[in-house]
């Protein structure tokens, strides 16, 4: 990867689970770089209202492409997101409330510096979707993968030492990857350091919403045989009129 | 776990073990006799499409029975075609591929002037199934007749199950006139085993609205015939007297 365009454009956001879009590509939290690529060409809209081109959000930072699914998720009116926790004392459940807008953090996508063996400073880049959908699917060593992301000249392949170097340093530029949180137990009491995979929690909300958009569109489909896409590109206020409607009749 | 770990370790491989569906969004591309004519390109269904309820009730086929239970053994299908491919196959490819297996049931002249014709079966890419059949006018024959067998969306594996099992069941000197592999409560639901000299030249196999005839052989399948040979048919598969029943699929539980 050589130099990388900065995207200039004033990017709007919608809310999921509003528009035909957002029932043809499935949302999966185990399929999570296409699904966040899926989310981010439905519900963003540059200034003349297009979506994204294809690939235009594959090339962002995995930093920045979960910074906008914290915003689409936020536009569809959720101010915080509730996350199950397990106490690590006496394993009761329960749930802890994470405030959406702090997770909107400034992004940076600079390359990253840092240090190896003799104090050798090396730089590298943030990691992108791309990147993302292909260390899944290829199963990358990390090694490798921490090489990947390299941009200074020279040529050769990191360590486990330089990896775990870089993997601190692009932490620490990206924390909400792995958002580590201060609990306290309600039953128990006991305190503890956990930490929240932001990303997959998101993508559980958003399927379940496409789930519960699909269950809409089938009942209604049903009682009144309207096309999927009509129905889909309803307001949701309407939608909810007419499911009300076919509930009250069919009680 | 490590930024780098949780980048890598998200979304599984096992996921796609659980949803095979999520590598069916491309081209499927069937050749058949090598004929530049006869090349198609089918469009695998949308996940939407594939997930879209069925207009019939009908059991559901890819959930995993116990066994001995009477379900349809697709999964005997699908693994005969992953044989040769290594990846998830669609019910395109096995359409094709029950296609070419009712086609080496037929018999084969030496006079044939396209004999032992070559079928590729292409799927996705980068993968190639070549088989070996005797193609003959009476094979063209039967392979329209099979490609008469469209039903959409999930019934066309049952289909493809069915027609499966009638041309096992014609090698195998039984034969199924009449069955309903779907509708276990059917009251007409029928089977009847033809054997010995009672062999039929060729069978009426009907599911639901759906009708179609498999040939029998009247000599055993060409030697040529070896690339993708027919599996000798265990007894357990055999159509018990009381109706259309299906063995357990092992393949089920390997691919679930």
Redesign the interface.
């Known amino acids: 990867m050589g130099s990388r365009e900065i995207d200039h454009t004033a990017w709007s956001v919608r809310a999921f689970g509003s528009a035909a879009a957002d029932?043809?590509?499935?949302i999966?939290?185990?399929?999570?770089?296409?699904s966040i690529d899926a989310l981010l060409e439905s519900c963003l809209a540059d200034e003349e209202g297009h979506a994204p081109l294809p690939g235009v959000v594959s090339s962002w930072s995995?930093a920045r492409r979960l910074d906008w699914l914290v915003a689409i998720r936020m536009a569809g009116g959720a101010a915080t997101e509730h996350v199950v926790m397990t106490c690590a004392v006496c394993r009761a459940q329960f749930e802890l409330e994470i405030d959406l807008a702090r997770c909107r953090l400034a992004q940076d996508d600079g390359p990253v510096e840092f240090s190896v063996a003799h104090g050798v400073s090396r730089r590298a880049r943030l990691?992108t979707g791309t990147?993302?959908s292909r260390?899944?699917s290829e199963?990358?060593p990390?090694v490798l993968?921490?090489t990947g992301l390299l941009v200074d000249s020279r040529p050769d392949v990191l360590d486990d030492e330089a990896?775990?170097a870089?993997?601190?340093a692009?932490?620490q530029r990206?924390p909400l990857?792995?958002l580590s949180v201060e609990t306290a137990c309600p039953e128990c009491g006991a305190s503890a350091r956990q930490?929240v995979?932001l990303?997959?929690q998101l993508l559980g909300a958003f399927a379940s919403t496409q789930r519960r958009l699909l269950g809409e569109i089938?009942t209604l489909a049903r009682v009144f045989h309207w096309r999927e896409a009509d129905i889909a590109d309803m307001p949701a206020w309407r939608r909810a009129f007419y499911l009300d409607r076919v509930s009250r009749e069919g009680a | 776990m490590g930024y780098l770990q949780t980048l890598v370790a998200s979304g599984p491989a096992a996921a796609r073990n659980i949803e095979p569906s999520a590598t069916l969004e491309q081209d499927v591309t069937v050749v058949v006799d090598s004929s530049p004519a006869s090349k198609r390109t089918h469009e695998a269904p949308s996940s939407l499409d594939r997930e879209s309820p069925p207009a019939v009730t009908a059991p559901d086929v890819a959930r995993p029975r116990a066994e001995g239970a009477s379900t349809p053994d697709i999964g005997g299908v699908i693994d005969e075609v992953t044989r040769w491919v290594s990846q998830p196959v669609t019910g395109e490819a096995i359409e094709e591929m029950t296609r070419a297996r009712a086609a080496r049931t037929e018999p084969v002249r030496p006079d044939s002037p396209t004999l032992d014709s070559r079928e590729e079966l292409h799927v996705g890419r980068t993968e190639r199934i070549e088989t070996t059949a005797a193609s003959h006018p009476e094979t063209n024959a039967a392979r329209s007749r099979a490609s008469s067998v469209q039903a959409a969306g999930w019934f066309r594996e049952r289909d493809t199950v069915a027609s499966t099992r009638a041309s096992d069941a014609v090698q195998d000197g039984t034969a199924i006139e009449s069955s309903s592999i779907d509708r276990p409560s059917t009251p007409e639901r029928e089977t009847k085993r033809v054997t010995g000299s009672e062999r039929p030249r060729s069978v009426d196999v009907r599911i639901g609205s759906i009708s179609f005839t498999v040939k029998a052989p009247s000599a055993p399948p060409p030697a040529s015939a070896k690339a993708a040979p027919s599996q000798p048919v265990p007894a357990s598969r055999a159509p018990p007297p009381d109706g259309f029943r299906f063995s357990t699929s092992r393949h089920y539980l390997r691919r679930s």
């Open positions: 029932v043809e590509r499935r999966h939290p185990r399929a999570p770089a296409a995995v990691p990147d993302h260390w899944q199963r990358t990390l993968a921490a990896t775990q870089l993997d601190a692009l932490a990206d990857r792995e930490l995979n990303e997959e089938e």
